[in-house]
Structure formats: C-alpha cells, structure tokens
C-alpha cells in the first residue's frame, strides 16, 4: 500500500468524504445534487498522490509513522501511538458496518476494547498480530470483493508500522467504495425530483443572499442590450436563447450564478463546437480550393479526423490555433487523394492560403458556418427540429452530438432557473433596469 493511507485525525480520506456527509452546507449539497443528475457515472476519487495535497499528505504521514516505529522499536515497546490507531480503525469499522447489523457493532466493541488492550499491555500479553487478524477478517465481510486480495495481502505483512499504514489505505478504500454505492442509491430517486429539489435548495441560498442572482441579471441585460443594438426582437424566449449561445460564444463575465454549476459544461460544448466548425470549415475550404477530385466522402473524413485529433489538445485554446501545424498534414491528404498527378508547387501555396485564412475570426466561412450551428442550436432549443445545416453533412453526426448535449444542458437549467429568469426578463422587458441587490 502507498503513502496514500495516513495517521488518525489527518485528513488521509479523499476530500469527497467529507461531500457526502450529512454536514453539507446548502450549497454543496445542492452541487452534489446536481453533479449526480448531471453525470450518470460520478464516482469519487481518492485524492491524486502526485498532487501538492498528496506531496504535503506523504510528508505529514511519513513523520508520523517513523514516530509510530520509534514506540514499538523502544524497550517494551511503547503502543501509545499504536493504541490510538487501533481506537481510530474501530470507529472507522462501526461506521462501516450497516446500521442494522448490531450484532457486528456489539463484536467490535467487545474484541477492541482500548481498556482491555491497555491491561494487557502491562501484564506484557498483548498480542498485536491477533488484533490485526480480528480487523482483517472483518474488513473482508465488509469490503466489495474486488477489495479482497489488497485486504489479504496485510496477512503476510510483518512490519507492524506497515500494517497500520496498510490498513487504513484499505479502510480509506472501503469507505470510498460506501460513498459510490450511496450515490448510486440515491440517483434515481433524486433525479425523479430533482429540477424541484435544486430549484428549492436555490430559493434556500437566495433567502441568505439576496445579491445571488446580480451576476445573471447582468447577463440577461447585457444580452437584452445587444439584441436590441441589432434590432433583434426581445422577448422572454428569444432573450433566453441569445443569453445560452452566448456562452458557447464567448467567456461571459461575470460568470452568472444559475450557469456555474454547470460552466466547465458549457465549456466543453464551446470546444467542441468550435471544432466541429472549424473541421467543416477546413473540408469546404479544401474542396473549393482543390476541385472535384477531393469532393468524395473519403477525403473529407480524413480532413474531419485530422482535424479532430488535433483539436482534442487541451493547451488549444480555439481550433483556429492548429494551423501552423495541420497546414502539411492536410496537404500530404490532397496528395494521397490525388493520385493522377503530383500536386504542382502553386497549387500547394493555394492551399496553403486557403487554409490561412481560416486563421482569421472574421473568415467568411468559418462565420457563415458558426452562424448556422447557432440557428440549429436555437431552433432545437425552440422545440424546432430540423435538418443539419448545410456545410455540416461530413460533420453531421459530431455536430448533432455537441448540440444533443447542448440542449440538455440548456433545458435542465431552464427547468431549475426557469422562475427566476422570468421575473428578471420580466423587469428587463417592461424597460426597468434589473434590480441589483448589493448596491
């Protein structure tokens, strides 16, 4: 077992322990809410070991074991540290057996008794190795089976320091593995209520801070602003859909307080439009610019996958960046595609062009295609189902993908927010300046 497991009262248990316990303040527990209706696989995790939190945790532990190994290697031996991790492994162990199962509590309260091991220890009969076997045994009616050769393996430990330390990256484990099977109890009958449940938790927070929703007033006003500057009609539909592209447009700031749970989201689909846009921005430009030779589907999937691979790169921050280093990539496709002739050195500087032009926010062909997956976007938040675009048929099925997760994303948070939006457009659209609260 590695440095992961920790002395009593550090903090050697993943940080998502403490988020599934009954002391959440209301807004965390409203985020575990809405991270479990939001993610049908949320697992937690034990913290990452290479981590400055892991780091800084190793270096805590590490000192408190060699202070654990320096009682037991005194002459007798000094189990007062021992004492203590044998009075923590208990508690973890009643708190790991379920409620109903008495008759386990009542074993475990008998056999580790901390008084008892104390009078043994002074009459020199105290026998650690049968302690460690009495915890063993039960951590293995208690584990998932998939725990049971990590739970043996302590057995065959010799080293009573390392058995300790074992013995809690185990129970850490345990305890893991019970707070993953929790959250996988309560999904279905969360997600059976849940657009009430956060919509309540919500107006909860609201009662204490009544400046909460400030950020999204300006949001909805900043877009009211814009839509009439373009002489766009507003109404409480249309301001709605204006205010949700624009967060798969641009960094909206400040960041409103009905879209925070859910930014990274909204960030992602941000990404992946961008690419899905710019994959089919680059396959037009190269089939205008190369001619029909390169206008079957073969090529321009290709295109599609070259694209894609590169804009998978985290450090992008918009797909427009990779030029620099696709450019030659897609040009050794159009030669693989024509194999009639070599491509002619003019040919490759137009292509090379071409492509650079994309490098441009204003590029007529990336704006005209942003342009349309916005109205595809829109529409299906509208309840409007239509055709892909034109422009996007090699990209299709990518493009529905983004846009499947944008409208949930966008029609869960309606849902919860939905009154609240209404009474700020309501105020916006009647020409009142939405009330700010911490003014």
């Known amino acids: 077992m590695s440095d992961n497991s920790g002395p009593p009262k550090s903090p050697h248990s993943s940080d998502a322990m403490a988020a599934a316990s009954s002391d959440l303040d209301e807004q965390s527990r409203l985020q575990l809410a809405h991270e479990l209706c939001m993610n049908e696989n949320l697992e937690m995790a034990m913290p990452d070991p290479n981590s400055i939190y892991g780091h800084v945790k190793q270096i805590v532990h590490r000192a408190f074991w060699d202070s654990v190994r320096a009682g037991l290697e005194k002459t007798p031996p000094d189990y007062e540290h021992s004492l203590r991790l044998i009075a923590e492994i208990k508690g973890i162990l009643l708190d790991l057996v379920p409620s109903g199962a008495q008759r386990a509590k009542d074993q475990i309260n008998d056999v580790m008794d901390i008084d008892l091991y104390k009078q043994q220890i002074e009459n020199d009969s105290f026998n650690l190795q049968g302690v460690v076997k009495f915890v ?38 345990m305890r893991l593995d019970l707070v993953n099977y929790q959250l996988r109890s309560l999904r279905p009958a969360l997600l059976a209520n849940s657009v009430q449940y956060e919509q309540d938790k919500f107006r909860n927070l609201l009662a204490n801070n009544p400046a909460g929703l400030d950020k999204t007033k300006q949001w909805l006003a900043e877009t009211s602003r814009r839509m009439k500057a373009g002489n766009q009609p507003v109404s409480p539909s249309t301001l709605l859909n204006s205010a949700f592209i624009r967060l798969v447009q641009e960094e909206v700031e400040p960041i409103p307080e009905t879209i925070a749970m859910d930014l990274s989201r909204f960030v992602t689909v941000a990404r992946e439009l961008s690419a899905v846009v710019f994959s089919a921005a680059t396959i037009l430009v190269l089939q205008t610019g190369v001619g029909p030779i390169v206008q079957h589907d073969s090529f321009a999937n290709k295109v599609r996958v070259t694209v894609y691979q590169l804009c998978s790169d985290e450090l992008i921050s918009h797909p427009r960046d990779i030029l620099p280093n696709i450019s030659e990539k897609l040009l050794d496709i159009v030669r693989e595609t024509i194999t009639s002739r070599p491509l002619r050195d003019d040919e490759c500087q137009n292509i090379r062009g071409m492509l650079s032009g994309l490098q441009s926010p204003s590029n007529p062909v990336y704006c005209l295609l942003w342009e349309r997956a916005k109205q595809f976007f829109t529409s299906l938040c509208s309840g409007v189902v239509g055709p892909v675009p034109a422009g996007f048929s090699v990209c299709a099925t990518d493009l529905q993908g983004v846009a499947s997760k944008y409208t949930h994303l966008v029609s869960y948070n309606r849902g919860v927010f939905g009154p609240f939006y209404a009474d700020i457009i309501s105020e916006i659209t009647s020409g009142q300046q939405p009330s700010s609260s911490s003014t």
């Open 136 to 173: 063993v045994e039960l951590m293995l009616g208690l584990c998932a089976p998939a725990r049971d050769p990590t739970i043996r393996s302590i057995l065959s430990q010799s080293d009573p320091v390392e058995v300790f330390r074992e013995v809690f990256g185990a129970l850490d484990l």
